[in-house]
């Protein structure tokens, strides 16, 4: 099977110079070889896997980073290097070519979705691609609006016909795509006959049951509303009358994994996030500039001292983990002398935050999320890591989501501490930590770590549960519910001047280039104060 996905996936990304954002025309190439295949002549299967396996590739890697700097878990190692990670501590430069490849990346390769879409289909034979491809392009399509607000979709993925598409309202396309996640169940309990099924070597995610692509529509679906949570008049009417609709659902309940057939054997070949991150095929390390903020590792550690006061900041931050060592710290990370080691996010060596001592060694990306049997460079530790399955969505996150909605919405959901003691022990499994029970009762005992005091202390715990178990797995979702929350608390880097973190991003260079007619014009300064520019949940 890894031998025909990556001849497949070659084959696919041949033709990536036509398979990217209608308003990209620069990277379209008009002089065509009549020897070559046309795009809409490619199969479902093909397009499917291609697109879906790009995807994962962009969020593994570039909304990983992102959000994992923006929730302060991760902090640059300044012992190694000088001064990493400039602009995301200092957040003075959070124009057009920051993180351009969040959207470049995430345009080019769901424009696949569409052609699945568009492709002749009169007997019904491609509903399951087009049905899984209506759920791929919606799962993705949310974290464009969620960064970036309005964007284009109903004149988007039409290639030559259509280089500059309008953009559309960010409401609209939440609705676009809820309703797009409606039809796609409908064509999977439709049951065609005619369908061709999605089988392990074309659907990386799983394996062609059809079953667990209706549960994950419905979840994804869930998380689309709760986005919504605090938005009142006929947007708060509008969702309520779709989580009435989902109270009986069925939600997927195992983490949502995708794995085309990774391994060693070449960089190209690996997990993404471990080939950028941990070790290439050879076994060389790489991505030695990562390490574990001097935030988390203190909320890790049990805040030891019990008195991290960092300028600017609350004093009692740190209160609610004062005492309770997280197990999962040794699997998240690795231990200095028996505990995390990290640096204040924006501090150079020898300055507060990241004292001189000895060879300063800090805390790296630990073994419940490499995948290595243990750490080194042998030949099995990286054919280990390199294979590991991606997590699209964790359980750990589907159960905190599912315990939110049971919070704030009782109506239509229940067991609202079940599923957040759930999403403590999905993210403990996942990491191969132990000793999730005891944690969970003392943890328990702590308003804004576990279940109890107030309503708005229990979503407090929420979110500060899923920012610990979305750490280098999924951060992007804890960054865009800190926005919509304004939890957990997260210090700023010592470096800016800024007084929040962004609301949004900028729209990419490639989009004033080539669209410069329809694009918005956001500047710096809209990123980081709420206006008409800001994702319409968080207005």
């Known amino acids: 099977m890894k031998n025909k996905y990556y001849k497949t996936l070659r084959n ?7 398979l990217l954002l209608a308003s990209c025309d620069r ?27 790009q995807l994962y590739r962009t969020q593994a890697n570039n909304l990983n980073i992102f959000g994992n700097l923006m929730m302060n878990g991760w902090a640059g190692n300044s012992y190694v290097y000088g ?16 993180y351009n490849a969040i959207w470049d990346g995430l345009y080019r390769s769901m424009g696949n979705y569409k052609l699945i879409e568009e492709y002749p289909n009169a007997n019904g034979a491609q509903d399951n691609y ?15 609006v969620d960064l970036y607000g309005d964007a284009p979709l109903s004149d988007a993925f039409k290639y030559q016909t259509n280089l500059t598409p309008k953009y559309d309202d960010d409401v609209a396309i939440y609705h676009t795509e809820i309703e797009d996640l409606e039809k796609a169940i409908a064509l999977i309990d439709g049951v065609n006959a005619n369908a061709i ?15 667990d692509w209706r549960s994950f529509a419905n979840t994804v679906k869930l998380r689309y509303l709760m986005r919504m949570s605090k938005l009142t008049g006929a947007e708060a009417t509008y969702r309520n009358a779709k989580l009435a609709g989902l109270s009986s659902a069925t939600f997927i309940s195992a983490d949502v994994k995708i794995n085309p057939g990774y391994n060693s054997s070449t960089d190209t070949q690996q997990n993404p996030f471990y080939g950028t991150y941990i070790r290439t095929s050879a076994g060389s390390r790489v991505g030695q500039a990562v390490t574990v903020s001097e935030h988390q590792a203190n ?84 054919a280990a890591g ?96 800190y926005n919509k929350t304004g939890y957990p608390y997260t210090p700023l880097a010592v470096t800016t001047t800024k007084a929040n973190k962004p609301y949004r991003l900028v729209y990419p260079v490639s989009e004033f280039v080539a669209n410069s007619s329809n694009v918005p014009n956001v500047t710096s300064a809209d990123v980081f104060v709420k206006n008409a520019f800001t994702p319409f949940w968080n207005q």
Do not use: C
């Open 12 to 18: 696919t990304l041949l033709l990536g110079s036509v």
């Open 130 to 144: 087009v049905a899984t491809s209506k759920i791929m392009k919606a799962f993705y399509m949310q974290t464009i």
């Open 197 to 211: 099924a999605l089988t392990a070597g074309t659907d990386p995610v799983f394996s062609g049951v059809m079953a």
């Open 386 to 481: 390199s294979s590991k399955s991606g997590v699209i969505m964790s359980l750990s996150e589907i159960k905190f989501m599912l315990a939110e909605a049971a919070l704030t919405f009782p109506t239509y959901f229940s067991n609202a501490q079940g599923n957040f003691e759930s999403g403590i022990t999905a993210s403990f499994t996942y990491l191969g930590a132990t000793g999730s029970a005891a944690y969970i009762t003392s943890a328990n005992t702590r308003a804004g770590l576990g279940w109890t005091g107030s309503n708005a202390q229990k979503l407090e715990a929420i979110m500060t549960q899923a920012w610990i178990a979305n750490t280098s797995i999924n951060p992007i979702q804890s960054f865009i519910n």
């Open 83 to 98: 001064s990493p990670y400039v602009r995301e501590f200092n957040l003075n430069s959070v124009d057009n070519s920051f």
């Open 27 to 53: 990277y379209l190439d008009i002089n065509e070889n009549p020897n070559n295949i046309h795009i809409e002549e490619v199969s479902p299967d093909l397009l499917f896997l291609g697109a879906t396996t």
């Open 299 to 382: 909320a890790l550690n049990g805040n030891p001292g019990a008195g991290l006061v960092l300028p600017g900041n609350p004093t009692n931050i740190y209160d609610k983990y004062t005492g309770l060592v997280d197990p999962r710290r040794s699997r998240l990370w690795t231990t200095v002398s028996g505990a995390l080691k990290g640096v204040r996010q924006g501090a150079l060596s020898g300055e507060p935050g990241a004292p001189q001592s000895g060879s300063n060694p800090v805390s790296r990306i630990g073994l419940g999320i490499t995948g290595e049997p243990n750490t080194g460079s042998s030949a099995a530790t990286v």
